[in-house]
């Protein structure tokens, strides 16, 4: 299965990518993420929306706080789908190795 456009889309901008590095501790409230990014508020709003539609995200509502989390699913699509183009790059470094070790010293 192909992962989603939005899932490749939402990745290819570095600052959602940097979102999604430090949710990967545990879910954090947007003004953490605001202080451990160096982003103005509205700009990791702004992140955070795409990564929602994504449905790379997930958002819990405590009061006034929103609190986020990383929602694994759509990277282990994307990591399945990626899995015969690693296993394809192995190959290609295994051969070069071997071709490498033939090599007079």
Do not use: C
């Not at 955070?48 to 995200?57: D, H, I, M, P, S």
């Not at 006034?64 to 699509?77: G, I, S």
């Amino acid at each position: 299965m192909v992962p989603g456009m939005n899932t490749l889309v939402a990745l290819a901008d570095p600052r959602r990518r940097a979102i999604l590095d430090v949710l990967r501790g545990g879910e954090h409230a947007v003004n953490d993420l605001v202080g451990t990014l160096g982003l103005t508020q509205p700009e990791v709003s702004k992140h955070l929306r795409a990564l929602r539609q994504a449905e790379l995200v997930k958002v819990r509502i405590a009061g006034p706080w929103r609190f986020y989390r990383l929602a694994p699913e759509p990277l282990r699509e994307l990591d399945a789908w990626l899995a015969p183009y690693r296993e394809l790059w192995q190959r290609s470094l295994d051969r070069l190795e071997r071709h490498l070790d033939e090599l007079p010293e």
